[in-house]
Nanobody, 127 residues
Framework: QVQLVESGGGLVQAGGSLRLSCAAS????????MGWFRQAPAKEREFVAA????????DYADSVKGRFTISRDNAKNTVYLQMNSLKSEDTAVYYC????????????????????WGQGTQVTVSS
């Protein structure tokens, strides 16, 4: 089992940057593929980015590719989401999630592929 706690959200102007962090409990963080999702008001939760166990493989939604970077530090049990060139449409609650699927592959883009979720952190981008 793993517990996830996100931090780093806040209010930022369009064009600005934020870095989200997701701290995981437990000793086996590198057994989990990790992902970031977001949910805007009145919209469904959507995939943002994902990273394999080792960090060697990453995947991004087209809407954030080139602006967001996912990374992880397995020694610190933490996954990050660096968000640059933020737009108003990036406003949402951001969630990190962990997948216990085997192998060092990129995790699923579907939320059903993740077993553990954080409580979310609000990101608001003002235009």
């Amino acid at each position: 089992q793993v517990q996830l706690v996100e931090s780093g959200g806040g209010l930022v102007q369009a064009g600005g940057s934020l870095r989200l962090s997701c701290a995981a409990s437990g000793r086996t963080f590198n057994n989990y593929r990790m992902g970031w999702f977001r949910q805007a008001p009145a919209k469904e939760r959507e995939f943002v980015a994902a990273i394999s166990r080792s960090g060697a493989n990453t995947d991004y939604a087209d809407s954030v590719k080139g602006r967001f970077t996912i990374s992880r530090d397995n020694a610190k049990n933490t996954v990050y989401l660096q968000m640059n060139s933020l737009k108003s449409e990036d406003t949402a609650v951001y969630y990190c999630a962990a997948s216990s699927a085997l192998g060092d592959l990129i995790p699923s883009r579907f939320s059903s592929g993740y077993q553990y979720w954080g409580q979310g952190t609000q990101v608001t981008v003002s235009s």
